[in-house]
C-alpha cells in the first residue's frame, strides 16, 4: 500500500499570509494527487487533481506542484474561510489513500 | 449536478451490522465508482474501499476484508456499505463519494454517523 505523509501536522497562520503544506508518497505516483479542504461537520471539498489543476469554482489561490513523490500545496493569501484542514490523497493504485491531514489554525 | 445522498444516522450495538445508503442523482451511475471514506472522531479520512456499480466489482483496504460488503442496485441508483462484527472503534463518519475511472474523487455524500455503544 502506498503511504503519504504530510506535514506539518499543524499551521498556524494568519489572514494574508502564504503557507505550503508538503505531502510525501511512499513510492511514486506520478502526478496522481488530489488536495481535499475539510471544515469541521462537513465532507470533504475539492481542490485540486493531478497535482497542479485547479477545480472548478475554487479560488486561484490555491495552487498544487509536485509529481512523483513530493508535492506542494500552497495558499498564496490566506482568507478567513480558509482555516480548515487540508488532505492530500493518491489515486495512482488500485487502493487509494490519505495522508493524516494538515490543521490550519488562526495564529 | 451530481448528488450523493445518504441514510440517517445509526446506533448500534458491538457485535451488530450496520448497513448504509448512498442514492446518487444527476450522473450517469454505473458510470463512476463510488468509494467509502470513513473519519472517526477527531481523526483524518480513512479509505474503505470502491465499487463499481457497472459490473458490481468491489477492492476493499486489507484493513476490512472479511468485515465489510459493498453492494449496488442500479435499478434505483444506490450504492450500499455494510459493516459487521462492529466494536466502539468503527464509530465514526461514514461518507461516500465517487470517482471517474482511474480519476480523482470529486463528489461527495453528506455524511452518515454510526456510533458503536452498548
Known amino acids: 500500500d502506498i503511504q503519504m505523509t504530510q506535514s506539518p501536522s499543524t499551521l498556524s497562520a494568519s489572514v494574508g499570509d502564504r503557507v505550503t503544506i508538503t505531502c510525501r508518497a511512499s513510492q511514486s505516483i506520478s502526478r496522481w494527487l488530489a488536495w481535499y479542504q475539510q471544515i469541521p461537520g462537513k465532507a470533504p471539498k475539492l481542490l485540486i487533481y493531478k497535482a497542479s489543476n485547479l477545480e472548478n469554482g475554487v479560488p486561484s489561490r490555491f495552487s498544487g506542484s509536485g509529481s512523483g513523490t513530493e508535492f506542494i500545496l500552497t495558499i498564496s493569501s490566506l482568507q478567513p474561510d480558509d482555516f480548515a484542514t487540508y488532505y492530500c490523497?493518491?489515486?495512482?493504485?488500485?487502493?487509494?489513500?490519505f495522508g493524516q491531514g494538515t490543521k490550519l489554525e488562526i495564529k | 449536478q451530481a448528488q450523493l445522498v445518504q441514510s440517517g444516522a445509526e446506533v448500534k450495538k458491538p457485535g451488530a451490522s450496520v448497513k448504509v445508503s448512498c442514492r446518487a442523482s444527476?450522473?450517469?451511475?454505473?458510470?463512476?465508482?463510488i468509494h467509502w471514506v470513513r473519519q472517526a472522531p477527531g481523526q483524518g479520512l480513512e479509505w474503505m474501499g470502491w465499487?463499481?456499480?457497472?459490473?458490481?466489482?468491489?477492492n476493499f483496504a486489507q484493513k476490512f476484508q472479511g468485515r465489510v460488503t459493498m453492494t449496488r442496485d442500479t435499478s434505483i441508483t444506490t450504492a450500499y456499505m455494510e459493516l459487521s462484527r462492529l466494536t466502539s472503534d468503527d464509530t465514526a463518519v461514514y461518507y461516500c463519494?465517487?470517482?471517474?475511472?482511474?480519476?480523482?474523487?470529486?463528489?461527495w455524500g453528506q455524511g452518515t454517523l454510526v456510533t458503536v455503544s452498548s
Open positions: 444527476g450522473y450517469t451511475f454505473t458510470a463512476y465508482y
Open positions: 463519494a465517487r470517482n471517474y475511472r482511474k480519476a480523482h474523487i470529486d463528489y
Open positions: 490523497q493518491q489515486y495512482n493504485s488500485n487502493s487509494p489513500s
Open positions: 465499487i463499481n456499480p457497472n459490473s458490481g466489482d468491489t
